[in-house]
C-alpha cells in the first residue's frame, strides 16, 4: 500500500552543547566548524535540497547567529567581491543562501535530540518529516536520504538509517534490532537498544544520523521521560514505535530501518573529524595536486 503525505519538510538540530569540541564551539556552533572551506551545516543542508526537501527548519540553541547569516545574503561582501571581480568568491558566499528556504526554532535549552524534535511540531504540522543530524555527512552519491523517503513511502511510519559496525563498535551507538522484509535492503525494526553491552547487542547495526519520522512521534515525545545523559531521546521514542507496532498494540505506523552501506562521515567527535578533513581534501580536484603529495611525504615521515 502507498503511503500518502509527501516528505517536503527537512529538520535539522543544532542546539546541542558540542562539549568535545570546548573550546572551539564556546562562541561558534560545532556546526559551523569547516570541513576544508564549508561549515558542516551546509553539506546537511545541499544533501536535504539534493532530496527536494527544500524546507529546512533549523532547530537552535544559544551562539546560533553566524548559522542564520550563513544562509543570509552578505550585501556587503557580495559588492566589494563584486567590485573586484573575484566571481568565485561571490559564488561561494551566495552558494548557501540559494539552497533551500532555512528557518529556525529555538530550543530553549539543550534537553536531548527527542526534546529538539518535538521543538518542531508547529512547523511540521501533521506530515512526515526528514530529520537530519549535523555531525553525520553522508556522501551525496548514496541518496540515502530518497532512499528513505522511498520507503516512508512503500511502508508508511518512521524509517530510520542502519549502517554495519564491527561487534566491537556497537556499544557506542544505538543498536537495531530488526526482521527482514521483501525489500533486501529493508528491514522491521523490533526493537532499539541504546549503547548495549557488547554481548548484548542485537544486532551489528548501528542507528546512524538520519531519519524520516511519522508525525506520531510527536505525541510519543511528549510522553517520553528523560533517558540517557537526563536528556529525552529519539531513539526512545522511536523504540516505543517499534515495539508497540510489533506487538500490535498502537497505531504509531511502526519503524522500518534503510540498511546503508555507502559512505558516512562522523564528525561528532575529533578522531573522525579530523579523517574527515583530510578525507574531504584529497577529494578536491582543486586542492588534491598539491595536498596529497604532501600528504604522502608528510605520512611517510612519521614515526
Ligand atoms: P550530540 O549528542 O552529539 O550532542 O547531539 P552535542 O551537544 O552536539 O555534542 P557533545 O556530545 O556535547 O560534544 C546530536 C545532535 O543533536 C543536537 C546536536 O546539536 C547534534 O546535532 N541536539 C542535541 C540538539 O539540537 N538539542 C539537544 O538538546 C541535544
Excluded at 2 to 12: F, Q
Excluded at 179 to 201: G, M
Excluded at 202 to 229: H, K, M, Q
Amino acid at each position: 500500500m502507498a503511503h500518502t503525505g509527501a516528505v517536503t519538510k527537512a529538520v535539522v538540530p543544532v542546539a546541542g552543547l558540542g562539549t568535545r569540541f570546548l573550546p572551539a564551539t564556546k562562541a561558534t556552533p560545532k556546526v559551523m566548524m569547516p570541513i576544508v572551506d564549508k561549515p558542516a551545516i551546509q553539506y546537511v543542508v545541499e544533501e536535504a535540497a539534493g532530496a527536494g526537501l527544500e524546507d529546512v527548519l533549523l532547530i537552535t540553541g544559544d551562539n546560533q547567529e553566524s548559522i542564520a547569516e550563513h544562509f543570509s545574503r552578505a550585501y556587503e561582501l557580495e559588492k566589494a567581491l563584486s567590485a573586484k571581480g573575484n566571481d568565485r568568491a561571490l559564488n561561494a558566499v551566495r552558494a548557501p543562501t540559494q539552497l533551500a528556504e532555512v528557518s529556525y526554532v529555538r530550543q530553549d535549552s539543550p534537553r536531548g535530540l527527542g526534546h529538539a524534535v518535538l521543538c518542531a511540531a508547529d512547523h511540521v504540522g501533521n506530515e512526515p518529516f526528514a530529520v537530519l543530524l549535523g555531525d553525520d555527512l553522508i556522501s551525496a552519491d548514496d541518496d540515502l536520504l530518497g532512499r528513505m523517503i522511498a520507503a516512508r513511502q512503500r511502508y508508511g511510519g518512521s524509517i530510520i538509517a542502519l549502517m554495519e559496525v564491527p561487534a566491537d563498535q556497537t556499544s557506542a551507538y544505538g543498536v537495531a534490532a530488526f526482521k527482514p522484509t521483501d525489500d533486501a535492503d529493508i528491514v522491521a525494526i523490533t526493537d532499539l537498544v541504546e549503547k548495549p553491552e557488547t554481548s548484548e547487542a542485537p544486532s551489528n547495526w548501528i542507528v546512524i544520523g538520519r531519519y524520516v519520522c511519522d508525525p506520531a512521534i510527536f505525541s510519543v515525545l511528549r510522553e517520553t521521560p528523560p533517558g540517557r545523559g537526563g536528556e529525552i531521546q529519539l531513539t526512545d521514542a522511536l523504540r516505543t514505535l517499534a515495539v508497540a507496532d510489533r506487538d500490535a498494540c498502537a497505531d504509531g505506523g511502526g519503524v522500518h530501518g534503510v540498511l546503508f552501506r555507502g559512505r558516512r562521515f562522523d564528525t561528532g567527535n575529533k578522531q573522525d573529524f579530523l579523517r574527515t578533513t583530510v578525507e574531504f581534501a584529497c577529494a578536491r580536484p582543486d586542492l588534491a595536486a598539491d595536498f596529497v603529495p604532501w600528504l604522502r611525504e608528510y605520512v611517510s615521515a612519521l614515526k
